[in-house]
């Protein structure tokens, strides 16, 4: 008997359906609102709802909606494409590539930057070359209505307690102003240094509460001097809207940038007592430490009443370290009268204290 072999293609599986390159839908939006901007913030997705990695850059398509609409169901595991939420009024379109990090500004029509203070919800939706979305993200609530006026004028100076910023005053009751401030490190300049420790930050905001008057003037005592800051600030109104407190925030005002040298002294040493130690044939000196973080040390003078002359720098060219100081200089019978100062890292010299005179006996 003759048997004859016959070839063919096994199916190993059932046969799947195209997919329709949905890509899954966003739930991370975030973002705020900025002036006639809303900056939003988000993840691209990898792959599609039925699990292939997506190619090349994707679509997105950005609207509103008024109040503050419900959560977006979580989609099926087979999604149903739509051509967008119902309502929602177009903002912008968009491409970005999948799977990376996200964002954009965008400028919000005038129906949402005039009016009463009012909640709505910004979406992100996510569709294929069909126009079709497998639903939109997550809602990104923000306030409508007037924001509040720009921050003009604004200036920064240096002095002993801080750094002080004016700016032009406006009548905005129950406004509050959010300072933002980051440190500028300059190619080739010093590290920052630290204070008890601490690494200057980077950038920090700073909020000052206007309540019923701006007083156009705020004082940053956490800013160290000798470093280079940048200075931007806006005025935010907080509204409660249903169960959430949103913000309205102002357009941000022109950048400011200072280099705030230490040019201050510390202060005046105080409490100087002068001591005769008759044994050790000196004149003994001690005060009261002073407290300035950058102090570098002190400088002893002495004036000799009885020779009438006036006062010298006696503690030599080295700074005094310790609050107090040895004089084995003096001459008997002769009667002196002492001063300190105090001289910060950046060699800035206090004022001299208040003379105290003292003598060794004959």
């Not at 048997?3 to 059932?14: E, H, K």
């Amino acid at each position: 008997m003759e048997l004859t072999l016959l070839a063919g293609c096994a199916m190993t599986s059932n046969p799947q359906p195209p997919t329709l390159w949905l890509p899954e839908p966003v739930r991370d939006l975030t973002g705020a609102r900025a002036g006639n901007q809303v900056h939003l913030r988000w993840t691209m997705p990898k792959n599609t709802t039925d699990k292939v990695p997506l190619k090349g850059d994707q679509a997105a398509h950005f609207c509103w909606t008024s109040g503050i609409a419900p959560e977006p169901a979580k989609p099926a595991p087979l999604a149903v494409p739509s051509t967008g939420l119902p309502g929602c009024t177009a903002l912008a379109d968009a491409m970005f590539p999948p799977d990376k990090p996200a964002e954009t500004d965008l400028t919000l029509p005038a129906a949402l930057t005039s009016g009463t203070p009012r909640a709505v919800s910004v979406f992100v939706e996510l569709r294929n070359h069909a126009g079709k979305t497998a639903g939109p993200s997550n809602p990104l609530w923000i306030a409508a209505g007037q924001g509040p006026p720009p921050v003009t004028g604004l200036t920064v100076s240096a002095q002993a307690g801080g750094l002080v910023l004016h700016w032009q005053p406006a009548a905005e009751p129950g406004a509050i102003l959010r300072i933002h401030r980051t440190l500028v490190v300059r190619p080739g300049a010093p590290k920052p240094s630290e204070s008890a420790g601490v690494p200057t930050p980077q950038e920090q905001t700073l909020e000052v509460d206007l309540g019923a008057r701006d007083p156009g003037l705020a004082i940053d005592r956490d800013a160290a001097l000798d470093h280079t800051y940048r200075y931007t600030a806006e005025r935010v109104r907080r509204v409660d809207v249903g169960h959430h407190t949103l913000e309205i925030a102002g357009s941000p005002s022109q950048p400011v940038t200072i280099d705030a040298k230490d040019v201050f002294p510390p202060a005046v040493p105080s409490s100087l007592a002068v001591v005769a130690d008759e044994q050790g044939r000196a004149l003994d000196l001690s005060w009261s430490p002073d407290t300035d973080p950058d102090l570098a040390g002190y400088v002893v003078y002495r004036r000799d009443g009885t020779a009438g002359a006036g006062p010298e720098r006696i503690s030599g060219p080295a700074l005094v370290v310790p609050p107090s100081f040895e004089d084995k200089t003096v001459v008997p019978g002769h009667r002196y009268a002492y001063s300190v100062s105090a001289v910060d890292q950046d060699g800035n010299e206090s004022a001299r204290s208040g003379e105290v005179e003292e003598e060794l006996p004959q």
